[in-house]
């Protein structure tokens, strides 16, 4: 098994420009969920989802769609990217009902000049 | 908003030391506590978690101490040997579904 795999692991962007980050999952985890990861804050929560068809927001969702139409993929979409989103990105999965352990992917590395 | 605050920052202890490290939380509805490891350039992976119900809970050279009245809980790593050089986040899940982190701390073991 894979586990929770990221696309791309590094990305240069322009203000302005929009892209989307992929995170495909093969352990038919129902939970899925990104963060951004700054220096000196932790992992800060951008959405999650439940199942396939529910998101929601999480602490830091300006700038950010998400959606999920099926149970392994959960693309995060920037719309006009901004230098203040320069960070890095995590993708998590997670059995839920009961089962609280998260799994991470590696990572996006996300520049914006 | 930071409903988890992880002490200290960095912390550098002699191989076969004891770190600690200590977090403290706000929101009493979270229902479950990870802490989670950390190698430079990859993501972070479940170290140890407790439920709110347990005092206190050991895997191998782990040990996870739970104060519910204090709203605190950490981590101390026995024998602490420099593979265990990471960054180590303590976390808090509400609904099952949200995780809230702290905000690390670097932890060098020295041989």
């Known amino acids: 098994n894979a586990g929770v795999t990221q696309t791309p692991k590094f990305q240069v962007l322009k203000t302005g420009q929009s892209m989307t980050l992929q995170c495909a999952q093969d352990m038919n985890h129902e939970y899925m969920s990104w963060y951004r990861q700054d220096p000196g804050m932790g992992l800060r929560l951008i959405h999650y989802?439940?199942?396939?068809?529910?998101?929601d927001q999480g602490e830091v969702p300006n700038g950010y769609n998400v959606s999920r139409s099926t149970t392994e993929d959960f693309p995060l979409r920037l719309l006009s990217a901004a230098p203040s989103q320069t960070s890095v990105y995590f993708c998590?999965?997670?059995?839920?009902?009961?089962?609280?352990?998260?799994?991470f992917g590696s990572g996006t590395r996300l520049t914006v000049v | 908003q930071q409903q988890v605050k992880q002490s200290p920052q960095s912390l550098i202890v002699q191989k076969g030391g004891i770190p600690i490290i200590n977090c403290a939380y706000e929101?009493?509805?979270?229902?479950?506590f990870p802490w989670y490891q950390q190698f430079p350039g990859k993501g972070p992976a479940l170290l140890i978690a407790?439920?709110?119900?347990?005092s206190e809970k050991k895997e191998g050279r782990f040990t996870i101490s739970f104060n519910k009245s204090a709203k605190q809980f950490s981590l101390h790593i026995m024998d602490s040997q420099p593979g265990d050089s990471a960054t180590y986040f303590c976390a808090a899940l509400f609904s099952g579904s949200r995780l809230t982190f702290g905000e690390g701390t670097q932890l060098t073991v020295n041989p």
């Open positions: 929101n009493t509805a979270f229902d479950y």
């Open positions: 998590a999965s997670g059995e839920g009902q009961g089962n609280y352990g998260y799994t």
């Open positions: 989802s439940v199942g396939a068809g529910i998101t």
């Open positions: 407790i439920r709110p119900d347990v």
